[in-house]
Structure formats: C-alpha cells, structure tokens
C-alpha cells in the first residue's frame, strides 16, 4: 500500500513562495501518476496541480497556472509544488495525491496523504 506524507507547509505573507514536498514509499514511486489538492474551510477539496507517471505532463487549474510548479524526482520518490506570488485566496490544506490508473485530477483519487497546511496572511 503506498504511503504519501507532505510536508513544507507553514505561514507566509502574500506575494511569498513555499515549497511543498510529498514522500512516496510503500510501493514503487513510477507506477503512481501524483497530484496535489487543496481544501479551505468550509469549502470542499479541490485540485490544483497534477503529473503523469513519467512527468512529461502536467496539469494545472487555472486558479494557480503561472504561479505552482508540480515536478516529481524519481531517485527520491517525492513530488513537489513550488508555489509562487502566493495570495490568501491559497490557504489551505494542500493534500498529495497518487493513482496508479489515472491522472488524479478528481476526488475518486485512490489515495492520499494526511495533508500539511498553507496559511497566506496578508
């Protein structure tokens, strides 16, 4: 069973950058296409970025192109997203995502990581 675990989150001001890193183990690190998903509260989780098996394609919702980077390192079996120009709109929890069938690019994603937070503060 893989295990996804993020980590990276923490308090910024606007206009700051963060990184956000997802540890991959359990299984092996090339069979899973990842993602990244956010949740804010009261509101239901929603995606933000995602990348093929071989990390050729990326994904992004238009919220957030131009501004997150999703990248994958195999040799470390971690995904990334770098996040830049940061707003508040971004707070959330940020989740990691992996699927072995599909892009993860909605909820039906078969699993997922505990989530870290992302506090914009203006």
């Known amino acids: 069973q893989v295990h996804l675990v993020e980590t990276g989150g923490g308090l910024v001001q606007t206009g700051d950058s963060l990184r956000l890193s997802c540890a991959v183990s359990?299984?092996?690190?090339?069979?899973?296409?990842m993602g990244w998903f956010r949740q804010a509260p009261g509101r239901e989780r929603e995606f933000v970025a995602a990348?093929?098996?071989?990390?050729?394609?990326?994904y992004y919702a238009d919220s957030v192109k131009g501004r997150f980077t999703i990248s994958r390192d195999s040799a470390k079996s971690a995904v990334y997203l770098q996040m830049n120009s940061l707003k508040s709109e971004d707070t959330a929890v940020y989740y990691c995502?992996?699927?072995?069938?599909?892009?993860?690019?909605?909820?039906?994603?078969?699993?997922w990581g505990q989530g870290t937070q992302v506090t914009v503060s203006s």
């Open positions: 990348i093929s098996w071989s990390g050729d394609h990326s």
């Open positions: 359990g299984d092996t690190f090339k069979s899973y296409a």
């Open positions: 995502a992996a699927d072995r069938l599909s892009i993860p690019r909605t909820g039906l994603t078969a699993h």
